[in-house]
Structure formats: C-alpha cells, structure tokens
C-alpha cells in the first residue's frame, strides 16, 4: 500500500529516503526542528513513497496557495479574513473618537473611488468642528466640576452651563447653529450674502420632532411636552438683540417613548438629508461597479437607518442620564457600533 509521508522542507534539510519508512519516521523530529527554526522561507515540496518509487504530487504542490508555519498549513484566505477582521474592529474603536473617528471612513471610500460620499463627510466633519469642540469642552466642564463638588464633600451639584436640567429635557439640535456656516445664513449678521436665502435655510432648519412624525409618536408613546428656558443663543441672535432656544421637556408612560421624543430632537431635518446623499453616492458606486439596483439602495437604507437610530439614541441616552459626558459617549459608543452594522449590511 502506497503510504506518503510528510513534505521534506527542501531536499538540502532532508535526506532522500525513498524505500525505507523507518527511517523517515525516525527523521520526523528533526523536520520539526527545522520548521520552527526557519518558518519564514517557502517550501519546496517533494513526495517520498515506500513503494512504488514513482514520485507523485504531495498535499501541496509548488505555488500553492497554502503556506508553512509551525509545521501547519495556513491557507491564505484564512489569513486575510482574519486581518479584515481586526482592521475593521480597531477602526470601530477609532469612530468613538470624536473629530478622528471619520478617518477611516472617508479612507475607505476613497480607496473604493468614491470621491463624492468621502468629500461630503470631510465636509460635514469641517463644518461641524466648532460644534465638537463645544461638546467637548462642556464634557470637560461637567467633570472638572463634578470631581470639584465630590472633593468638597458637597455632593453632585453640577448645573448644565447651559442652565437646563438635562435630565428633565433636550435641546433641539441644529444643523448650522454652532458650525462654521452659522453667521453665513444668519440674515441678522453682516456676513450673511443673501438675507432671504438664509431665511429660508433657518425655517428648514428643524428637527424631525418638527415634522409629521411628532403627532404620530405623540398617539403611539402618549408623549406629552413642555418647553424650558436655556441659555442656548439661537441661531439668529445678535449681540444687540439676544435670542435664547427653548428646550423640549417630554413625559411619557415608557421611557422608550421619552427617548425616542428626546432622540429625535437631536436630528436635524438636513442633516439627515446629507447622510442620505452620502450612502446615495455609495450606492452610485457600488451600481457602477456592477451590483443591483435594488440591493445597493436597500443596503444604503439600512446604513442610513442604522446610523440614525444609534447616534441619536444612545447620545439622547447618555444626556439623559450623564449630561455632556453621557452625550459624547454615547454619540461616540453610537458610531463605533454603527461601523460594525454597516460592515454587516455591506455583506448582505
């Protein structure tokens, strides 16, 4: 019976025994020695058979896809998911870093050529700086006073700077207060091009609390809701005429009903409109490229969905319960999450 042996790692490395299977067996251990000393250089393989002598192809032939390590074959495409994994899970990690966290994103949809949806979020992430800024800084605020309350032995007394109990309310979010196009649509500033225009970009400028969804959630949730002065400048005010925003202060018998009014207060009308231009281009690129229609724009549904209802819901969360801290975490452990939902929804 013809009986093959393990690959020799190179002829130079193992003697040429072709009739006697004793003295390959007695051999195996030093073809061990010599895989863990030299793991690195590709194998050579040859066949050795008792009998007959005839040479013939062994588990794997020259240029195969599989490689030694350790005395194990390791088959490439094992290799490579595993380090699609772990890149996509540290970039997951990278998304909970504010500011940083697009990176890896705009990256990857510029390697995919799409040129449009990467300039957009750069965009949307230059735009939007002073605002992460803000939140940052109001993070930093809350615990510096927190820790400075709990050394004094006074208890937790930290007062929101912007003069509302968040645990009671929200205020509604904006896409251009507080971003660097704020002064540019504002028809009450000097730097505002076209007054009308930018009249026009304000009344728009709402949440989807503001829109027909608010009675629908009303009926379902039986939300009700009240308004709380803030300190929180609008978006039209001016130095000689100071506005202030109110907050939205909601009741309900769930507390899902309460978070989901609270989440979407914090999403602005356009910028989900921006969102869907951004998985609409991905969409177009992935169309160009030879998908279906009707799966890319399912699959870039599902993104816009996904991202959506995380980021608004586990910030409104983190508000709720933590104040700023808890609203950049949460937006932060939102993104990281979302990351690996799109990565999934990509496969579908």
Not at 90 to 105: D, I, M, R
Not at 106 to 112: A, D, G, L, P, W
Not at 201 to 225: A, C, G, H, M, P
Request: hydrophobic residues 40%; glycine residues 6%.
């Amino acid at each position: 019976m013809v009986k093959p042996i393990l690959l020799a790692y190179g002829r130079e490395h193992f003697p040429a025994v072709k009739k006697d299977l004793n003295c390959v067996v007695k051999n195996l251990d030093s073809l061990n020695s010599v895989f863990q000393r030299d793991n690195t250089r590709v194998a050579k393989p040859i066949s050795i058979f008792t009998s007959p002598p005839t040479l013939a192809p062994a588990y794997a032939t020259a240029g195969s896809p599989d490689i030694i390590k350790q005395g194990n074959f390791i088959n490439k495409e094992t290799v490579r998911k595993t380090e699609e994994r772990n890149r996509i899970l540290s970039n997951a990690v990278l998304e909970t870093v504010p500011v940083f966290g697009k990176a890896p994103e705009i990256t990857e949809r510029v390697k995919s050529k799409d040129y449009p949806g990467a300039g957009i979020v750069a965009s949307q992430l230059a735009l939007d700086f002073p605002n992460l800024v803000d939140d940052a800084i109001d993070a930093v605020d809350q615990l510096d006073k927190t820790i400075k309350t709990k050394l004094c032995g006074d208890g937790y007394k930290y007062m929101y700077k912007k003069a509302y109990d968040f645990r009671k309310a929200q205020h509604p979010f904006s896409y251009f207060r507080g971003t660097l196009l704020q002064d540019y649509v504002n028809p009450n500033s000097p730097k505002c091009p076209n007054p009308k225009l930018g009249d026009w970009l304000i009344r728009q400028d709402k949440t989807l609390w503001d829109t027909k969804l608010r009675n629908i959630s009303k009926q379902v949730f039986k939300i009700q809701e009240s308004e709380i002065k803030t300190k929180i400048k609008d978006i039209k005010s001016t130095p000689e005429k100071p506005v202030n925003i109110k907050a939205k202060s909601f009741k309900a018998p769930s507390a899902f009903g309460k978070v989901t009014a609270r989440a979407m207060t914090r999403v602005p009308v356009i910028g989900l409109a921006v969102s869907g231009a951004i998985e609409g281009c991905q969409a177009a690129n992935e169309i160009k490229n030879g998908e279906k229609p009707v799966k890319a724009i399912n699959r870039a549904a599902l993104r816009l969905t996904s991202t959506t209802v995380l980021t608004s819901t586990l910030g409104a969360v983190g508000f709720m319960l933590f104040g700023p801290i808890g609203s950049l975490a949460g937006i932060g452990i939102a993104s990281g999450l979302n990351y690996l939902v799109c990565k999934a929804i990509d496969k579908i």
